[in-house]
């Protein structure tokens, strides 16, 4: 029971107004709960140190029988009609126009935080976990109930839309193997992953933590 008021207190329908990246310029655009760089920069150093587990047992995949360690992707955590994609899109892109009489979103721009540039067309859209599942279960996710893992893949402050290309060639990767391309992000992307990694106590290996620290740096 306590997931479930967890789920529900992550997640909602609230719409974020969210300012449009310019190159060159720092990009302070986070979703609601993260935490500010002073606070960042705190939370980092007190994350436990601990190199990453193995994958054993970690599968995305929900079709067919799968073990689907993360439950379905873009549950619908609070039984709105809402689900967490449709709240992302909604909240990151502008010029937002909904299916007829439903929560899904079919058009908007979105100004891509992670290159800095401008998208049209929900298609060309993707919805990326700042801190990847897959690095969720390699520091600590592996031990945890499977409720507490669907409240974590559909956490609004760990979902950031962003360019399908450039969330493709992310992948799984942490911030000592991918930043995003945007420099003016930097500071803003290890705001989320600290703040996400704290949230839910998971552990950051030493390339992992160094990587964070220089990512804070550029906060100013």
């Not at 993360?70 to 039984?79: C, E, I, K, S």
């Not at 100004?111 to 998208?119: A, F, L, V």
Request: net charge neutral.
């Amino acid at each position: 029971m306590r997931w479930l008021l967890l789920i529900i207190l992550l997640t909602g329908c609230s719409t974020l107004s969210l300012p449009s990246p310019s190159p060159g310029t720092q990009v302070d655009r986070v979703p609601a709960g993260t935490l500010d760089a002073t606070a960042a920069r705190t939370s980092l150093a007190a994350l436990p140190l601990a190199t990453p587990g193995r994958l054993d047992g970690y599968v995305r995949d929900c079709g067919n029988g799968k073990a689907c360690v993360f439950g379905q992707p873009w549950f619908d955590t609070d039984g709105d009609g809402c689900d967490q994609r449709s709240q992302v899109l909604a909240r990151d892109l502008t010029a937002v126009e909904r299916k007829p009489g439903r929560c899904g979103v079919q058009s908007g721009t979105l100004d891509d935080p992670y290159t800095g540039s401008q998208i049209s067309g929900v298609s060309k859209i993707q919805i990326d976990h700042v801190v990847p599942l897959a690095e969720m279960w390699r520091s600590g996710a592996a031990a945890w109930a499977p409720e507490q893992r669907v409240a974590a893949a559909n956490d609004l402050r760990n979902l950031v839309a962003v360019s399908g290309k450039v969330n493709q060639s992310k992948g799984d990767k942490t911030p000592d193997e991918w930043m995003p391309p945007n420099a003016a992000y930097t500071c803003s992307y290890g705001r989320i992953y600290v703040t996400v990694k704290a949230a839910y106590r998971l552990t950051v290996a030493p390339a992992e933590r160094t990587a964070l620290e220089q990512a804070l740096a550029a906060c100013g």
